[in-house]
């Protein structure tokens, strides 16, 4: 049971560059998210997708975008990257339990340098 | 995170109780969370609390929610090195956004 798998885990870009991260997780969750941590920023959210075939924008969309394929993948695309998306960016999903929460679990990160 | 704030460092020595605070937005968020994230890892979540709910218990930790003042806080008793780490409070919205704070790096000196 891998939970939920990022690639890749290290990337240099140069401006302009484009990119597609991959996440697929294998706990058959409804949710899926992705985020990008900078220092200081805390975890923002870039696009979530609530259930396979549907996508919303979260705090900072601009720059990317996102396909829901299946319901286990939800991949990050960075069609022209500029040095301000220099970040780690994190993939996480979750399934709502009727009284006990939900949990996220996340990816291990992909960190990204633009040049 | 949309306004989910936090103090961004704290530091104390091991053995004493360690409180982190957030604030959130959302009156209407069901779910607030803590999670940790330790170097070079992902966030894995520690604890969570019902928004029905004004305190909950689990081993060294405690987390109080005051919903009239949208304050979140958890609390560490008996820190220990291992502790050291980022946390982040994050808050379920109802349009089911999981929104993070700013994180807190937790430091615990001997």
């Known amino acids: 049971n891998a939970g939920v798998t990022q690639t890749p885990k290290f990337q240099v870009l140069k401006t302009g560059q484009s990119m597609t991260l991959q996440c697929a997780q294998d706990m058959n969750h409804n949710s899926m998210y992705w985020y990008r941590q900078d220092p200081g920023m805390g975890l923002r959210l870039i696009y979530y997708s609530a259930s396979e075939g549907t996508t919303d924008k979260g705090e900072v969309p601009n720059g990317y975008n996102v396909s829901r394929l299946n319901k286990r993948e939800f991949s990050l695309r960075l069609e022209s990257a500029a040095p301000s998306q220099t970040s780690v960016y994190f993939c996480a999903s979750s399934e709502a339990r009727p009284g006990l929460g939900t949990e996220a679990f996340f990816g291990q990160g992909t960190r990204l340098t633009v040049v | 995170g949309e306004d989910v704030e936090q103090s961004l460092f704290l530091s104390v020595r091991e053995g004493d109780s360690s409180v982190i605070n957030c604030t959130y937005t959302?009156?209407?968020?069901?779910?607030l969370y803590w999670y940790k994230q330790e170097p070079g890892a992902g966030l894995q979540l520690l604890t969570y609390i019902f928004s029905n709910m004004d305190m909950k218990q689990d081993q060294r930790l405690t987390v109080l929610l005051n919903k009239k003042d949208k304050h979140l806080s958890l609390r560490i008793a008996d820190t220990q090195t291992g502790d050291s780490a980022i946390y982040f409070c994050a808050e379920r919205r109802s349009t089911d956004k999981l929104i993070f704070g700013t994180g807190t790096r937790l430091q615990v000196f001997p």
């Open positions: 959302d009156s209407s968020s069901t779910y």
